[in-house]
Protein backbone atom coordinates (compact mmCIF):
# COMPACT_ATOMS: atom_id res chain seq x y z
CA UNK A 1 0.00 0.00 0.00
CA UNK A 2 1.34 3.53 -0.84
CA UNK A 3 0.95 6.38 1.68
CA UNK A 4 -0.18 9.89 0.81
CA UNK A 5 3.34 11.77 2.14
CA UNK A 6 3.09 14.72 3.93
CA UNK A 7 2.58 18.08 2.07
CA UNK A 8 5.78 19.02 0.97
CA UNK A 9 4.07 22.98 0.96
CA UNK A 10 3.76 22.40 4.83
CA UNK A 11 0.35 22.71 4.44
CA UNK A 12 -1.74 21.43 7.80
CA UNK A 13 -5.03 22.49 6.92
CA UNK A 14 -5.93 20.24 3.88
CA UNK A 15 -8.73 18.69 3.45
CA UNK A 16 -8.04 15.19 4.90
CA UNK A 17 -6.79 16.71 7.49
CA UNK A 18 -10.09 19.09 8.53
CA UNK A 19 -12.19 15.49 8.15
CA UNK A 20 -9.58 13.37 10.78
CA UNK A 21 -10.35 16.63 13.09
CA UNK A 22 -13.82 16.49 13.26
CA UNK A 23 -14.04 12.94 12.79
CA UNK A 24 -12.13 12.48 16.02
CA UNK A 25 -14.54 14.98 17.55
CA UNK A 26 -17.53 12.32 16.71
CA UNK A 27 -15.36 9.89 18.17
CA UNK A 28 -14.26 11.11 21.81
CA UNK A 29 -18.23 12.60 22.23
CA UNK A 30 -19.40 9.29 21.84
CA UNK A 31 -16.94 8.22 24.63
CA UNK A 32 -17.36 11.06 26.89
CA UNK A 33 -21.33 11.55 26.90
CA UNK A 34 -21.28 8.40 28.66
CA UNK A 35 -18.54 8.69 31.22
CA UNK A 36 -20.97 9.99 34.21
CA UNK A 37 -24.30 8.49 32.67
CA UNK A 38 -22.87 5.12 32.41
CA UNK A 39 -22.55 3.80 35.79
CA UNK A 40 -25.95 5.53 36.80
CA UNK A 41 -27.76 3.04 34.41
CA UNK A 42 -25.83 -0.02 35.41
CA UNK A 43 -26.38 1.17 39.12
CA UNK A 44 -30.15 1.48 38.28
CA UNK A 45 -30.16 -1.79 37.46
CA UNK A 46 -28.55 -3.25 39.99
CA UNK A 47 -25.19 -4.27 39.44
CA UNK A 48 -23.08 -3.73 42.31
CA UNK A 49 -19.63 -1.36 42.49
CA UNK A 50 -17.75 -4.13 41.91
CA UNK A 51 -20.02 -5.54 38.91
CA UNK A 52 -19.94 -1.94 37.41
CA UNK A 53 -15.85 -1.77 37.88
CA UNK A 54 -15.60 -5.21 36.16
CA UNK A 55 -17.38 -3.80 33.47
CA UNK A 56 -15.99 -0.78 32.85
CA UNK A 57 -12.47 -2.54 32.49
CA UNK A 58 -13.12 -4.85 29.93
CA UNK A 59 -13.15 -1.65 27.59
CA UNK A 60 -9.83 -1.11 28.55
CA UNK A 61 -8.87 -4.64 27.85
CA UNK A 62 -10.62 -4.95 24.46
CA UNK A 63 -9.42 -1.16 23.03
CA UNK A 64 -5.77 -2.27 23.96
CA UNK A 65 -6.89 -5.30 22.05
CA UNK A 66 -8.02 -3.82 19.02
CA UNK A 67 -4.90 -0.90 18.81
CA UNK A 68 -2.20 -3.91 19.39
CA UNK A 69 -4.28 -5.94 15.94
CA UNK A 70 -3.93 -2.48 13.78
CA UNK A 71 -0.40 -2.76 12.31
CA UNK A 72 -1.60 -6.05 11.08
CA UNK A 73 -4.94 -5.02 10.14
CA UNK A 74 -4.04 -2.65 7.50
CA UNK A 75 -2.13 -4.19 5.74
CA UNK A 76 -5.47 -6.58 4.47
CA UNK A 77 -7.65 -3.83 4.83
CA UNK A 78 -7.73 0.02 4.48
CA UNK A 79 -7.46 2.37 7.02
CA UNK A 80 -10.79 4.10 5.50
CA UNK A 81 -12.76 0.40 5.71
CA UNK A 82 -11.40 -0.35 9.51
CA UNK A 83 -12.30 3.07 10.62
CA UNK A 84 -15.61 2.78 9.31
CA UNK A 85 -16.02 -1.03 10.70
CA UNK A 86 -14.88 0.44 13.80
CA UNK A 87 -17.39 3.70 13.50
CA UNK A 88 -20.76 0.59 12.78
CA UNK A 89 -19.36 -1.24 15.66
CA UNK A 90 -19.24 1.84 18.42
CA UNK A 91 -22.75 2.64 17.10
CA UNK A 92 -24.17 -1.18 17.67
CA UNK A 93 -22.66 -1.51 21.12
CA UNK A 94 -23.67 1.71 22.48
CA UNK A 95 -27.48 0.84 21.10
CA UNK A 96 -27.01 -2.60 22.68
CA UNK A 97 -26.31 -0.91 26.40
CA UNK A 98 -30.01 -0.48 26.86
CA UNK A 99 -30.49 -3.93 26.17
CA UNK A 100 -27.84 -4.79 28.53
CA UNK A 101 -29.50 -6.31 31.26
CA UNK A 102 -26.93 -8.01 33.46
CA UNK A 103 -23.38 -8.13 34.02
CA UNK A 104 -22.53 -10.48 31.27
CA UNK A 105 -24.43 -8.25 28.46
CA UNK A 106 -23.56 -5.13 29.49
CA UNK A 107 -19.74 -6.47 29.42
CA UNK A 108 -20.23 -7.60 25.79
CA UNK A 109 -21.70 -4.35 25.13
CA UNK A 110 -18.66 -2.86 26.66
CA UNK A 111 -16.58 -5.08 24.99
CA UNK A 112 -17.57 -4.13 21.37
CA UNK A 113 -17.65 -0.59 22.47
CA UNK A 114 -13.91 -0.77 23.44
CA UNK A 115 -12.45 -3.00 20.09
CA UNK A 116 -14.99 -0.08 18.22
CA UNK A 117 -13.05 2.82 19.88
CA UNK A 118 -9.46 1.17 20.02
CA UNK A 119 -9.36 0.40 16.36
CA UNK A 120 -11.14 4.31 15.61
CA UNK A 121 -8.51 6.46 17.50
CA UNK A 122 -6.07 4.56 17.14
CA UNK A 123 -5.95 4.54 12.62
CA UNK A 124 -7.51 7.93 12.71
CA UNK A 125 -4.42 9.32 14.81
CA UNK A 126 -2.29 6.40 12.70
CA UNK A 127 -3.40 8.10 8.88
CA UNK A 128 -3.56 11.86 10.69
CA UNK A 129 0.34 11.28 11.34
CA UNK A 130 0.81 10.84 7.97
CA UNK A 131 -0.55 13.70 6.31
CA UNK A 132 1.06 16.24 8.67
CA UNK A 133 4.18 17.80 7.58
CA UNK A 134 6.70 16.55 9.17
CA UNK A 135 7.87 20.41 10.32
CA UNK A 136 4.89 20.91 11.91
CA UNK A 137 3.88 17.40 14.01
CA UNK A 138 3.50 18.97 17.37
CA UNK A 139 0.91 21.83 16.24
CA UNK A 140 -0.80 19.33 13.79
CA UNK A 141 -1.43 16.71 16.66
CA UNK A 142 -2.53 19.07 19.38
CA UNK A 143 -5.10 20.64 16.83
CA UNK A 144 -6.16 17.42 16.17
CA UNK A 145 -6.57 16.75 19.92
CA UNK A 146 -8.42 20.26 20.74
CA UNK A 147 -11.66 18.86 19.58
CA UNK A 148 -11.26 16.20 21.97
CA UNK A 149 -10.67 18.50 25.10
CA UNK A 150 -14.05 20.21 24.44
CA UNK A 151 -15.87 17.23 24.24
CA UNK A 152 -14.68 16.03 27.47
CA UNK A 153 -16.25 19.03 28.83
CA UNK A 154 -19.72 19.13 26.57
CA UNK A 155 -20.09 15.25 26.74
CA UNK A 156 -20.77 14.48 30.42
CA UNK A 157 -23.23 17.74 30.43
CA UNK A 158 -25.23 17.04 27.22
CA UNK A 159 -25.03 13.14 28.24
CA UNK A 160 -26.28 14.35 32.14
CA UNK A 161 -28.95 16.35 30.23
CA UNK A 162 -30.03 13.47 28.29
CA UNK A 163 -30.68 11.10 31.32
CA UNK A 164 -32.47 13.38 33.40
CA UNK A 165 -34.80 15.37 30.84
CA UNK A 166 -35.54 12.51 28.23
CA UNK A 167 -34.48 8.85 29.50
CA UNK A 168 -32.20 6.27 29.20
CA UNK A 169 -33.29 4.95 25.72
CA UNK A 170 -32.84 8.76 24.79
CA UNK A 171 -29.12 8.87 25.90
CA UNK A 172 -27.90 5.55 23.79
CA UNK A 173 -29.79 6.60 20.78
CA UNK A 174 -28.29 10.09 20.94
CA UNK A 175 -24.74 8.71 21.47
CA UNK A 176 -25.01 5.84 19.08
CA UNK A 177 -26.39 8.91 16.39
CA UNK A 178 -22.88 10.31 17.35
CA UNK A 179 -20.80 7.23 15.67
CA UNK A 180 -23.23 7.54 12.99
CA UNK A 181 -22.84 10.84 11.78
CA UNK A 182 -19.13 10.16 12.69
CA UNK A 183 -19.18 7.37 9.52
CA UNK A 184 -21.21 9.74 7.29
CA UNK A 185 -18.43 12.53 7.69
CA UNK A 186 -16.26 9.57 6.67
CA UNK A 187 -17.48 9.67 3.58
CA UNK A 188 -15.17 13.39 2.71
CA UNK A 189 -12.26 11.50 3.02
CA UNK A 190 -10.12 10.55 0.76
CA UNK A 191 -8.68 7.04 0.27
CA UNK A 192 -4.87 7.43 2.53
CA UNK A 193 -3.02 4.14 2.44
CA UNK A 194 -0.50 3.44 5.39
CA UNK A 195 2.44 2.78 4.10
CA UNK A 196 3.82 -1.23 4.61
CA UNK A 197 6.93 -2.15 6.25
CA UNK A 198 9.82 -2.23 4.23
CA UNK A 199 10.85 -5.59 4.31
CA UNK A 200 7.44 -6.60 3.49
CA UNK A 201 6.90 -8.90 6.66
CA UNK A 202 3.36 -8.85 8.69
CA UNK A 203 3.86 -6.95 11.93
CA UNK A 204 3.13 -9.02 14.72
CA UNK A 205 0.42 -7.88 17.26
CA UNK A 206 1.92 -4.97 19.09
CA UNK A 207 1.40 -3.49 22.40
CA UNK A 208 4.50 -1.67 22.89
CA UNK A 209 6.47 -0.37 20.03
CA UNK A 210 9.87 -0.75 20.58
CA UNK A 211 10.63 2.38 18.56
CA UNK A 212 8.70 4.56 20.81
CA UNK A 213 9.54 2.75 24.07
CA UNK A 214 10.71 6.03 25.49
CA UNK A 215 7.78 7.97 24.46
CA UNK A 216 5.61 5.20 25.58
CA UNK A 217 6.86 5.02 28.92
CA UNK A 218 6.05 8.87 29.49
CA UNK A 219 2.92 8.57 28.16
CA UNK A 220 2.79 5.61 30.75
CA UNK A 221 3.80 8.27 33.38
CA UNK A 222 1.31 10.80 32.06
CA UNK A 223 -1.52 8.04 32.67
CA UNK A 224 -0.43 7.68 35.96
CA UNK A 225 -0.51 11.57 36.36
CA UNK A 226 -3.60 12.02 34.72
CA UNK A 227 -5.52 8.97 36.94
CA UNK A 228 -5.03 11.51 40.14
CA UNK A 229 -6.65 14.01 38.61
CA UNK A 230 -9.84 12.28 37.34
CA UNK A 231 -10.56 9.82 39.28
CA UNK A 232 -9.07 11.27 43.01
CA UNK A 233 -9.76 15.62 43.27
CA UNK A 234 -13.40 15.22 43.38
CA UNK A 235 -13.24 12.98 46.88
CA UNK A 236 -10.28 14.89 47.86
CA UNK A 237 -12.20 18.01 47.35
CA UNK A 238 -14.62 17.01 49.57
CA UNK A 239 -12.65 15.82 51.80
CA UNK A 240 -11.61 19.14 52.74
CA UNK A 241 -14.43 20.77 51.66
CA UNK A 242 -14.13 22.69 48.76
CA UNK A 243 -17.20 21.90 46.78
CA UNK A 244 -15.21 22.85 43.42
CA UNK A 245 -14.48 19.94 41.41
CA UNK A 246 -16.64 20.79 38.35
CA UNK A 247 -14.91 24.29 38.35
CA UNK A 248 -11.63 23.14 38.47
CA UNK A 249 -12.27 20.91 35.41
CA UNK A 250 -13.97 23.65 33.49
CA UNK A 251 -11.40 25.80 34.37
CA UNK A 252 -8.38 23.48 33.37
CA UNK A 253 -10.23 23.56 29.77
CA UNK A 254 -8.58 26.88 29.48
CA UNK A 255 -5.26 26.09 30.35
CA UNK A 256 -5.66 23.23 27.80
CA UNK A 257 -6.39 25.15 25.35
CA UNK A 258 -3.95 27.55 25.75
CA UNK A 259 -1.40 24.61 25.81
CA UNK A 260 -2.45 23.03 21.88
CA UNK A 261 -2.54 26.49 20.73
CA UNK A 262 0.88 27.51 21.23
CA UNK A 263 2.70 24.47 22.87
CA UNK A 264 2.68 22.58 18.92
CA UNK A 265 4.38 25.43 17.39
CA UNK A 266 6.96 26.18 20.10
CA UNK A 267 7.91 22.34 19.66
CA UNK A 268 7.94 22.60 15.89
CA UNK A 269 10.33 25.31 15.90
CA UNK A 270 12.21 24.69 18.86
CA UNK A 271 11.69 21.32 20.03
CA UNK A 272 10.43 19.20 22.75
CA UNK A 273 13.37 19.75 25.20
CA UNK A 274 11.44 23.97 25.18
CA UNK A 275 7.83 22.23 25.81
CA UNK A 276 7.93 19.26 28.12
CA UNK A 277 10.20 20.69 30.79
CA UNK A 278 7.95 23.62 31.32
CA UNK A 279 5.11 21.22 31.13
CA UNK A 280 6.25 19.06 33.55
CA UNK A 281 6.95 21.78 36.09
CA UNK A 282 3.34 22.65 35.98
CA UNK A 283 2.00 19.54 36.63
CA UNK A 284 4.28 19.47 39.89
CA UNK A 285 3.58 23.11 40.88
CA UNK A 286 -0.03 22.17 39.84
CA UNK A 287 -0.24 18.84 42.80
CA UNK A 288 1.60 20.99 44.97
CA UNK A 289 -1.06 23.63 45.02
CA UNK A 290 -3.70 21.43 45.42
CA UNK A 291 -2.39 19.86 48.74
CA UNK A 292 -2.30 23.32 49.54
CA UNK A 293 -5.93 24.71 48.45
CA UNK A 294 -8.03 26.04 51.33
CA UNK A 295 -9.93 28.54 48.40
CA UNK A 296 -10.89 28.90 45.04
CA UNK A 297 -8.62 30.98 44.34
CA UNK A 298 -5.22 28.57 44.73
CA UNK A 299 -7.48 25.58 43.02
CA UNK A 300 -8.05 27.83 40.34
CA UNK A 301 -4.36 28.85 40.22
CA UNK A 302 -3.88 24.75 40.29
CA UNK A 303 -6.43 23.77 37.41
CA UNK A 304 -5.23 26.36 34.91
CA UNK A 305 -1.14 25.16 35.83
CA UNK A 306 -2.90 21.38 35.05
CA UNK A 307 -4.53 22.12 32.23
CA UNK A 308 -1.28 23.51 30.39
CA UNK A 309 0.71 20.74 31.77
CA UNK A 310 -1.79 17.62 30.07
CA UNK A 311 -2.70 19.99 26.97
CA UNK A 312 0.92 20.56 27.02
CA UNK A 313 2.01 16.31 27.33
CA UNK A 314 -0.14 14.65 24.94
CA UNK A 315 0.14 16.13 22.01
CA UNK A 316 4.08 16.77 22.29
CA UNK A 317 4.73 13.03 23.23
CA UNK A 318 2.89 12.16 20.49
CA UNK A 319 4.72 14.12 18.33
CA UNK A 320 7.92 13.25 19.52
CA UNK A 321 7.08 9.65 19.09
CA UNK A 322 5.94 10.14 15.02
CA UNK A 323 8.87 12.23 14.44
CA UNK A 324 11.02 10.04 15.35
CA UNK A 325 9.89 7.21 13.68
CA UNK A 326 9.60 5.52 9.96
CA UNK A 327 5.96 6.15 8.56
CA UNK A 328 5.81 2.45 8.05
CA UNK A 329 5.45 1.67 11.80
CA UNK A 330 2.92 4.65 12.97
CA UNK A 331 0.51 2.75 13.65
CA UNK A 332 2.00 0.49 15.51
CA UNK A 333 3.02 3.68 17.69
CA UNK A 334 0.34 5.38 17.78
CA UNK A 335 -1.25 1.99 19.68
CA UNK A 336 1.47 1.76 21.68
CA UNK A 337 1.08 5.38 22.90
CA UNK A 338 -2.48 4.58 23.98
CA UNK A 339 -2.07 1.20 25.31
CA UNK A 340 0.69 2.94 27.46
CA UNK A 341 -1.89 5.68 28.65
CA UNK A 342 -4.09 3.63 29.50
CA UNK A 343 -2.17 1.38 31.42
CA UNK A 344 -0.81 3.84 33.53
CA UNK A 345 -4.37 5.38 34.31
CA UNK A 346 -5.48 2.14 35.82
CA UNK A 347 -2.24 1.69 37.42
CA UNK A 348 -2.50 5.05 38.68
CA UNK A 349 -5.76 4.34 39.82
CA UNK A 350 -4.80 1.43 41.87
CA UNK A 351 -1.48 2.74 43.08
CA UNK A 352 -3.30 6.17 44.57
CA UNK A 353 -6.12 4.21 45.72
CA UNK A 354 -3.82 1.71 47.95
CA UNK A 355 -1.77 5.22 48.92
CA UNK A 356 -4.94 6.72 50.18
CA UNK A 357 -6.13 4.12 52.29
CA UNK A 358 -2.72 3.42 53.68
CA UNK A 359 -3.20 7.22 54.63
CA UNK A 360 -6.72 7.31 55.42
CA UNK A 361 -6.80 10.60 53.94
CA UNK A 362 -6.96 11.54 49.83
CA UNK A 363 -4.32 13.76 50.75
CA UNK A 364 -1.57 11.72 50.45
CA UNK A 365 -2.41 11.09 47.02
CA UNK A 366 -1.31 13.93 45.76
CA UNK A 367 1.87 13.89 47.67
CA UNK A 368 2.38 10.67 45.67
CA UNK A 369 1.21 12.44 42.48
CA UNK A 370 3.95 15.18 43.16
CA UNK A 371 6.79 12.75 43.40
CA UNK A 372 5.40 10.94 40.23
CA UNK A 373 5.92 14.15 38.44
CA UNK A 374 9.02 14.86 39.91
CA UNK A 375 10.38 11.42 38.89
CA UNK A 376 8.51 11.92 35.37
CA UNK A 377 10.86 14.87 34.99
CA UNK A 378 13.76 13.72 35.83
CA UNK A 379 13.28 10.18 33.62
CA UNK A 380 12.74 12.90 30.84
CA UNK A 381 16.30 14.67 31.81
CA UNK A 382 18.25 12.31 31.82
CA UNK A 383 17.42 10.45 28.74
CA UNK A 384 16.58 13.32 26.62
CA UNK A 385 19.04 16.00 28.28
CA UNK A 386 22.22 13.88 28.98
CA UNK A 387 21.90 10.39 27.34
CA UNK A 388 20.39 11.78 24.14
CA UNK A 389 21.08 15.09 23.67
CA UNK A 390 20.81 14.98 19.79
CA UNK A 391 17.44 15.50 18.42
CA UNK A 392 16.70 12.99 15.80
CA UNK A 393 14.14 13.49 13.01
CA UNK A 394 12.34 10.32 10.87
CA UNK A 395 11.04 12.09 7.56
CA UNK A 396 9.04 10.44 5.28
CA UNK A 397 10.09 9.17 1.88
Not at 24 to 52: K, M, Q
Request: charged share 10%.
Amino acid sequence: MNAIPPAASGTLWTLPFKVLTVLNVFIFLGFDTLLPTLTLYLESHGHSRDAIGQIFSVFIVSAILARSLAPRLVLSFRPIVLIRFGLIICALAVAGYYLALTAASASLARFFHGLGFGLTSTLVTAVAAQIIPVNRMAQGIGFLGLGVILTLSVGPYVGVWLMENMGFLALFLTVSSFYVLGLIWTLALPDIRLPAPLDGRKPKMVFISQAALVPSALMFLTGIAVSAGVVYLALYLKEINLPYAGQFFGCSTIGIILARIFAGPLQDRFGHRVVIPPALGCMFASVLIITRSDSFSLLFLASILWGLSTGSLFPCLQALAFSSTPPQIRTAVAASLFNSLDVGFGVGSVVFGLVAEMANSYHAVYWAAAANALFFLSFYLVYYILANPKEKTVNAP
